[in-house]
């Protein structure tokens, strides 16, 4: 996630800390390792990703894992499917096949709104649409809600128990 998500990335963390500290789950943010460059002085001049990140966050929920991508968007009316790289749906879908929870949290950062979108909504939008985005008004109709709950800034496990298919929250 580029520095643009951060916000987001860390409400996620947050929740995830309040997840663990309650004995709801545990979900760890997953490291990328970074190839830094140095100038002159030890000055940091340059640094990239040494390798493709898999996705933003891996966990355990009542003895299910479970694997998200975070993504954020500053568009108001839709969410570029470029944002969602080729190589983290087929992680997701190895996951799914191994019967882990994969889904991605969808920010809209204009109108400070999450949606849960599963790794299945994503995949029949891709097949039946040739569009090169998704409309908010899909995320408003297919997708529920995550909803800020106390401690849990983003509470998206209460999405998982009620099982994330697209019913609202």
Known sequence: MANRGKPFEEM??????????????????????????RGGKGKIVHAFPTQKSIVDFIGLTAGTPLAFDAKS???????????????????LKYWKAQLGLA?????FTIHSTTYFLTLEQLLDFMKSETRKSIPLSYFETA???????????????SVLK???NGNHA
């Open 73 to 91: 968007t500053r568009n108001k009316t839709s969410f570029p499917l470029g944002n969602i790289e080729e190589h983290q749906i087929e992680f």
């Open 143 to 157: 997708c529920p809600k995550v909803l800020n709950r106390g401690i849990y800034i983003l509470d998206y496990i």
């Open 103 to 107: 889904f991605f949290l969808i920010h």
């Open 162 to 164: 009620k099982g994330g």
């Open 12 to 37: 996620i963390i947050h929740t995830n800390q309040n997840y663990k500290l309650k004995g709801i789950a545990v979900v760890e943010k997953v490291p990328t390792d970074w190839q830094i460059i």
